[in-house]
C-alpha cells in the first residue's frame, strides 16, 4: 500500500459545507505515511444532477471528472463522501463509463488500522449510537467497516439502534435524494424524528455518522432537538472521532 498513489476526493459537500474535515483526514492519513493527492480543479461527481433527472448533464461531468484522472498518476481514489462513492462504482459504469477504484475513508482508515499503519492511542470514554447512510448502507452494502472502525477506538462502546431502524432499515436523514434542497421542511422533519424517535431513547449522548451531508442534516436536527423538546445529542463524523482517538 506505501507505493500506492493515493488521490483523495473531497466530493462537494465536503469541500463547501464541511472543510474544517478536510485537513483531519490528512492529518489521520500522514500519521499512517500515506502521501495523498488532492485535484485543484475537482469536480462535481455529477450525482444531484442524475438526481435530478438530467442525465445528459450527468454524461457530461462524469466525462469531466474521467477525463481528470485520466490525467492524473493514481492507484485509488479514497472518498468520504458516500454518494461520490457511489456515482464512481455504480452509476458511471451503468451510464456508460468505466468504473473507478475507489474506497470510502471508513474502509481504506480500517485498511490502515490491520495493517499496524495507523494506531489509536487515546481512550474517549463515550457511549455512541451509528447512523447508517443511505448511499453508504442500503445502496453499498457498507456496514460493518464503519461499525468496526467505531470499536476500534478505544474507551468507545458502540450500542446499536434497534434492528427495525438501523442498518438497511436505518430511516434516512433527511439529507438524501436532493429532499434537502426540494422540500427543506420535510428533509428537516425527517432529521427531527430521527433524532426524537430514534436516538434519543438509546441511552448516548453521540451519534456518529459516515457521510459529511447526514453530519450537517443531523446536526441541524440535534440543534432544533435541544431547543425545542431539551435533548441533547452530539453529532460526530466518524472522522472527528478517529482523528481524536489518534493521542
Known amino acids: 500500500m506505501d507505493s500506492q498513489r493515493i488521490v483523495f476526493w473531497r466530493g462537494c459537500t465536503l469541500r463547501n459545507l464541511a472543510p474544517d474535515t478536510i485537513p483531519k483526514i490528512e492529518e489521520i492519513f500522514r500519521k499512517a505515511g500515506i502521501d495523498i493527492l488532492m485535484i485543484d480543479d475537482e469536480k462535481c461527481c455529477g450525482y444531484p444532477l442524475l438526481l435530478a433527472g438530467y442525465e445528459k448533464q450527468f454524461r457530461e461531468c462524469a466525462s469531466r471528472v474521467i477525463e481528470l484522472f485520466r490525467n492524473t498518476d493514481y492507484s485509488l481514489i479514497v472518498t468520504h463522501c458516500p454518494g461520490c462513492l457511489r456515482t464512481f462504482t455504480q452509476l458511471y459504469p451503468k451510464n456508460g463509463f468505466r468504473p473507478l477504484r475507489v474506497l470510502h475513508t471508513t474502509q481504506f482508515i480500517l485498511q490502515l488500522i490491520d495493517r499496524g ?131
Open 117 to 247: 499503519a495507523l494506531k489509536l492511542g487515546k481512550s474517549l470514554s463515550m457511549k455512541v449510537t451509528y447512523h447508517d447512510p443511505c448511499d453508504l448502507g442500503r445502496h453499498m452494502g457498507i456496514f460493518n467497516e464503519p461499525r468496526n472502525l467505531i470499536k476500534i477506538v478505544p474507551g468507545v462502546s458502540l450500542i446499536e439502534l434497534p434492528e427495525i431502524s438501523m442498518g438497511r432499515y436505518s430511516r434516512c436523514c433527511g439529507g438524501g435524494g436532493l429532499l434537502r434542497l426540494v422540500i427543506p421542511p420535510l428533509a428537516s422533519q425527517i432529521a427531527v424524528d430521527r433524532i426524537i424517535e430514534d436516538i434519543a431513547s438509546m441511552g448516548v449522548q453521540t451519534v456518529v455518522t459516515a457521510c459529511p451531508t447526514c453530519v450537517k442534516t443531523l446536526r441541524d436536527a440535534a440543534s432544533v432537538a435541544e431547543s425545542i423538546y431539551g435533548i441533547s445529542i452530539e453529532v460526530l463524523d466518524i472522522v472527528d472521532l478517529i482523528y481524536t482517538a489518534l493521542g
